[in-house]
């Protein structure tokens, strides 16, 4: 499970919920912790880059917001971020900095690090998605299995019980989600990986991979990571 831990998925200097990963091990051990995380952080924010709005709703005063955006606590909104049109924070959502939370997208239970964008009819729930990492269009994380039994991370031919029954998906720093992916509960995806368009993916993907489908995995020949994407 070495390749699942946070140290080998997120650059903590990019998000400001680093001091909720302290102690941790693997990422979704932070899930149940989200919420009461957001409070307590909220509380301490610096009243001259945020705005408390309502709620426990936490808006830096350099992000942007849309007026049809609809923001429910508990939830932060980092610096130069941007909310468009008709999103849905249902609430336990920290979004980082300059992250892209665009038309329709809805977000619940999740941490957005620095630079995400999830910008076209995308469902993010239960799942944390680190630097710089995008979801194309319509791509979503499917965060509770159909059986609605407790959620198993497999990787490398290891298994871990998480105890969850919500659990979307782990996307390591710089990952690519192509256009209409669905990322079954319990999918993590390291760093510097590129998902197919359409692709239904579960379980592990490694670092630097390129994956078309369950049995077509290769490895990337040339990284070019950290690429904006709009």
Known sequence: MEECKIINLYNLNETIAAPLFEGLTYPWEALPKIKA???QLGNTLPADKFNKIGEDVWIAKSAK???????????????EAEIRHCAFIRGSAIVGKGA????????????????VQV????????????F????????ITSNVKSDKTLVVVRCNGEEFHTGLKKFGAML?????????????PG????????IYPTSMVRGFVPANSIYKTRTEISEKRDTQAGTDRQ
């Not at 955006?69 to 909104?77: L, R, S």
């Not at 892209?100 to 630079?115: A, P, R, Y």
């Not at 076209?120 to 729930?125: D, I, K, L, Q, S």
């Not at 999918?187 to 590129?194: L, Q």
């Open 100 to 115: 892209v939370v665009g038309n329709s997208t809805e977000l619940k239970n999740v941490i957005l690090f620095n630079k």
């Open 37 to 39: 995380f957001i409070i």
């Open 172 to 184: 390591g720093d710089n990952v690519e989600v192509g256009c209409n992916s669905v990322l079954n």
């Open 132 to 139: 710089k990492s995008h979801m194309g269009a319509g791509s």
């Open 187 to 194: 999918t993590v995806i390291g760093r510097d990986s590129n």
């Open 65 to 79: 917001v849309a007026p049809t955006a609809y923001i429910n606590g508990p939830a932060i909104v980092d610096e």
């Open 119 to 130: 910008p076209h009819y995308n469902y993010v729930g239960d799942s944390i998605l680190g």
